[in-house]
T-cell receptor, first 113, second 117 residues
Framework: EAGVVQSPRYKIIEKKQPVAFWCNPISGHNTLYWYRQNLGQGPELLIR????????DSQLPKDRFSAERLKGVDSTLKIQPAELGDSAVYLC???????????FGPGTRLTVL | AQTVTQSQPEMSVQEAETVTLSCTYDTSESDYYLFWYKQPPSRQMILVIRQEAYKQQNATENRFSVNFQKAAKSFSLKISDSQLGDAAMYFCAYRSASGGSNYKLTFGKGTLLTVNP
C-alpha cells in the first residue's frame, strides 16, 4: 500500500514569493491534515479536512495561507507571500476517519531567504 | 488547552541497552489518547505506540513499552535492547477523545535519541 505522498521534498524561495505544496493521501482516507513543524519543535496542526470540507482551520494564518482539497482526495497548501518565519517542514497526514491513526508523509522542507 | 512536555532534549544509549524517554502532559479531560511517534532524518513521522487513557494496562509493542501513570499525568517510553535503527527524534503526543477540534494531535518538543555502537 502506497503511503502519503508529498511534493516537493525541498523548496527554497525568496521572501514575498508564492509557494505551494502538494499532498496525495493514502487511498480511501477521508481525513487529511496539514501540519507545520518549526525547527526543534513538534508538529502543529494548520488545517484538517474531512473529505473536501475544512472542518478545523483555526490555526491557519488566513492572511497568507490557503488550502484546498478538491474532490476530497489530493490537497494543496499555498503561502502567498512567503515570509522568513515560514521556513519550516510542512507535513501532510491522512487517516480513514478522524479518530483513526494518522499516517504521515515525508514532508516538504521550506526555506525562505 | 492541553500541553505536552518532554523534559529531555537529548538522550543517548548504548546498543543493546535500555533507555527511557519521559513525557508529562496537562489536561482536564478524563478520556484521551497518548502516542509516541518516531521521526528519523527522513522526516516521516512513524507511530511507535499508543495508549488509551481508560485502559489501566500499559501498552507494549515488541521492544517498546510505556509506563502510563494517569494520576501523575506521566507517559514514558521504554526502549529495550536498543538498536542503531532506533536513533531518531521521539515525540510524545496527546489527543482528546471528545471530538470536534479536539481531535488534533498536540505534540511535545521531542527528544533526540542517539544509539552508540
Amino acid at each position: 500500500e502506497a503511503g502519503v505522498v508529498q511534493s516537493p521534498r525541498y523548496k527554497i524561495i525568496e521572501k514575498k514569493q508564492p509557494v505551494a505544496f502538494w499532498c496525495n493521501p493514502i487511498s480511501g482516507h477521508n481525513t487529511l491534515y496539514w501540519y507545520r513543524q518549526n525547527l526543534g519543535q513538534g508538529p502543529e496542526l494548520l488545517i484538517r479536512y474531512e473529505n473536501e470540507e475544512a472542518v478545523d482551520d483555526s490555526q491557519l494564518p488566513k492572511d497568507r495561507f490557503s488550502a484546498e482539497r478538491l474532490k476530497g482526495v489530493d490537497s494543496t497548501l499555498k503561502i502567498q507571500p512567503a515570509e522568513l518565519g515560514d521556513s519550516a517542514v510542512y507535513l501532510c497526514a491522512s487517516g480513514v476517519r478522524v479518530w483513526d491513526e494518522q499516517f504521515f508523509g515525508p514532508g516538504t522542507r521550506l526555506t525562505v531567504l | 488547552a492541553q500541553t505536552v512536555t518532554q523534559s529531555q532534549p537529548e538522550m543517548s544509549v548504548q546498543e543493546a541497552e535500555t533507555v527511557t524517554l519521559s513525557c508529562t502532559y496537562d489536561t482536564s479531560e478524563s478520556d484521551y489518547y497518548l502516542f509516541w511517534y518516531k521521526q528519523p532524518p527522513s522526516r516521516q513521522m512513524i507511530l511507535v505506540i499508543r495508549q488509551e487513557a481508560y485502559k489501566q494496562q500499559n501498552a507494549t509493542e515488541n521492544r517498546f513499552s510505556v509506563n502510563f501513570q494517569k494520576a501523575a499525568k506521566s507517559f514514558s517510553l521504554k526502549i529495550s535492547d536498543s538498536q542503531l535503527g532506533d536513533a531518531a527524534m521521539y515525540f510524545c503526543a496527546y489527543r482528546s477523545a471528545s471530538g470536534g477540534s479536539n481531535y488534533k494531535l498536540t505534540f511535545g518538543k521531542g527528544t533526540l535519541l542517539t544509539v552508540n555502537p
